[in-house]
């Protein structure tokens, strides 16, 4: 995405539809993607929840795919260390661990997740929450959309990729 696009779409994202009650709601349910640590726990308790040893192994494939997505995220944030966006009168509305953009770790562990379920759990939910996901950061104003764009996209590879 062009800088230019990527910047008026994040401005987009951080002047519609807010009021403090959707920030605070918006910035409560994007806690919930942290690290891929909302994933993870879906895949073990899919794991513990069941006693068919193939769904069994399914979801913890799943687990280890969202974790796998998270490592490979970090690698390539790490590498590219695109910085965080900062539009000047429009602060971010959460905190992050660092100051890296570039992909977003939110989109990525999702979307990997989501492929990784798809089987297990409804597709349209899945992909619905991942969707949110990935959308809620830059509604929080700490990631371009493309960050979270290019998140998806490696999230849904590495979810195929586990399956």
Same mark, same amino acid.
């Given at each position: 995405m062009a800088p230019k696009a990527d910047e008026t779409l994040l401005r987009l994202a951080r002047t519609?539809?807010?009021?403090?009650?959707?920030?605070?709601?918006?910035?409560?349910?994007?806690?919930? /993607?942290? +690290?891929?640590?909302? *994933?993870?726990a879906l895949g073990v308790a899919g794991a513990l929840g069941?006693? !068919?040893q193939?769904?069994?192994?399914? *979801?913890?494939?799943?687990?280890r795919a969202v974790i796998g997505a998270y490592a490979l995220n970090q690698a390539v944030k790490f590498t590219l260390r695109r910085p965080r966006p900062r539009l000047r009168g429009l602060? &971010? @509305?959460?905190?992050?661990?660092?100051? @890296?953009? %570039?992909?977003?770790? +939110? $989109?990525?562990?999702? %979307?990997? /997740?989501?492929?990784?379920?798809? !089987? @297990?759990? &409804?597709? /349209?939910?899945? #992909?619905?929450?991942?969707?949110?996901l990935g959308a809620s950061r830059p509604y929080l104003?700490? +990631? #371009?959309?493309?960050? $979270?764009? $290019? /998140?998806?996209l490696l999230g849904l590879v590495v979810g195929e990729l586990a399956r």
């Open positions: 519609r539809g807010h009021d403090a009650r959707a920030e605070r709601a918006v910035a409560a349910f994007s806690r919930l /993607g942290e +690290h891929g640590a909302g *994933w993870v069941t006693r !068919d193939d769904r069994r192994r399914a *979801w913890l494939r799943g687990a602060p &971010p @509305l959460t905190s992050t661990v660092s100051d @890296l953009s %570039f992909p977003s770790a +939110h $989109a990525t562990t999702s %979307f990997a /997740g989501a492929r990784a379920y798809q !089987d @297990l759990l &409804p597709r /349209g939910a899945l #992909y619905a929450v991942a969707t949110m104003g700490v +990631h #371009y959309p493309s960050d $979270a764009l $290019a /998140g998806a």
